[in-house]
């Protein structure tokens, strides 16, 4: 069963940095475009940040220069580290997985985690 479990989440203020991590269960893990999303209460999933198996990286114009994506292919696990975190920024984050190159929608990913909270005080 494939599973990917999200940490590093938790309460920061504003201005502050918080490192997430996935680790992931895939056996094939570098074969896999990885990604984090986050939604905020009443809004829809979001994708903050992509990486590629080859290691390219995607960000959504809001994080833009704060956030970095990366990944350990040997750990099987995905980083995203935030700087400059805002209020803007709380939202229960996910980690996600998938075959499909540079994909951008969620409906392209097959495995999720069961996200981290973030919140950030002003």
């Known amino acids: 069963q494939v599973q990917l479990v999200e940490s590093g989440g938790g309460l920061v203020q504003a201005g502050g940095s918080l490192r997430l991590s996935c680790a992931a269960s895939?056996?094939?893990?570098?074969?896999?475009?990885m990604a984090w999303f986050r939604q905020a209460p009443g809004e829809q999933r979001e994708l903050v940040a992509h990486?590629?198996?080859?290691?390219?990286?995607n960000y959504a114009d809001s994080v833009k220069g704060r956030f970095a994506i990366s990944r350990d292919n040997a750990k099987r696990t995905v980083l995203l580290q935030m700087n400059s975190l805002g209020p803007e920024d709380t939202a229960a984050y996910y980690c996600?997985?998938?075959?499909?190159?540079?994909?951008?929608?969620?409906?392209?990913?097959?495995?999720w985690g069961q996200g981290t909270l973030v919140t950030v005080s002003s």
């Open positions: 996600a997985a998938t075959l499909v190159p540079q994909a951008a929608e969620s409906r392209w990913y097959l495995y």
């Open positions: 990486i590629t198996s080859g290691g390219s990286t």
């Open positions: 895939l056996r094939t893990f570098s074969n896999y475009s």
